[in-house]
C-alpha cells in the first residue's frame, strides 16, 4: 500500500517472518515506553524515532491514549541509520536512556538529545534482536490480542485505528 506515493512504512532489510516465536510475547519482553491509561488494553508499536510513518503513527494514536481507550507501548529500534547518517541510532539510544515513563513523551516532544547512558546501547541491541526474531519489515510496526485472542499486526501505518483499537482484547499487564 501506498500513501501519497510514498510507501507507508520504512524498509528493514531482506528478514524473514519466524513463525516459531509469538510477536505478542517478543514485544512483552522489549524495553519500551508507555502512553495512556496502565488500566487500556496494551498495544506494542515497534518506531524508529526518526521515521516519519512511526512519527504519524504516534500523533494518530495519541487521541486514543488520551481517551483511556489504549495503553500504547512505544518500543524503539533503529532501521534507518543507512539514510540518515546514523541519526536514528543516536534517537533511539536516547530514547532507551529516558525512564520508561518519559520515553514517549520525550520522543513526541523531540527531546532526544544528550548522551546515552551507559545501558542503552544493551537495550536497543535487544530490541533489535526482538525485531529480527519476529520478522520486522519496517516501522512502524504494530502488534496486539485481539477480542478472539490471537494476536494482530499491521506492518506499516494502519488504515483504520478505530477498527484496530475496537479489536483489542484484555492484556494482562502484569507480563511488564
Known amino acids: 500500500m501506498t500513501i501519497g506515493g510514498e510507501k507507508e512504512t520504512e524498509a528493514v ?11 505478542l510475547e517478543a514485544a512483552r519482553s522489549a524495553t519500551f515506553g ?12 515497534f518506531i524508529d524515532p526518526l521515521c516519519g510513518y512511526s512519527v504519524r503513527a504516534l500523533q494518530q494514536m ?18 534507518l541509520d543507512y539514510e540518515d547518517e546514523g541519526r536514528s ?10 525512564p520508561a515513563d518519559q520515553m514517549a513523551t520525550a520522543w513526541s516532544h523531540g527531546d532526544l ?4 547512558s ?5 537495550l536497543l541491541r535487544r530490541n533489535m534482536a526482538i525485531a529480527e526474531a519476529i520478522g520486522l519489515r519496517g516501522t512502524p510496526t504494530v502488534i496486539w490480542r485481539k477480542q478472539d485472542g490471537s494476536e494482530g499486526r499491521i506492518d506499516g501505518l494502519p488504515e483504520d485505528w478505530n477498527a484496530v483499537i475496537s479489536s483489542i482484547g484484555s492484556e494482562s499487564h502484569a507480563a511488564r
Request: glycine share 8%; hydrophobic share 45%.
Open 89 to 98: 541510532t543516536k534517537s533511539a539510544l536516547a530514547m532507551l536512556s529516558k
Open 62 to 79: 495519541q487521541p486514543f491514549a488520551a481517551a483511556g481507550r489504549v495503553l500504547v507501548a512505544i518500543i524503539p529500534v533503529s532501521v
Open 118 to 122: 551507559n545501558e542503552a546501547e544493551d
Open 113 to 116: 538529545n544528550g548522551p546515552a
Open 34 to 45: 508507555t502512553i495512556g491509561s496502565e488500566a487500556a488494553p496494551r498495544i506494542y508499536v
Open 13 to 23: 532489510g531482506s528478514a524473514g517472518r519466524n513463525k516459531t516465536i509469538s510477536a
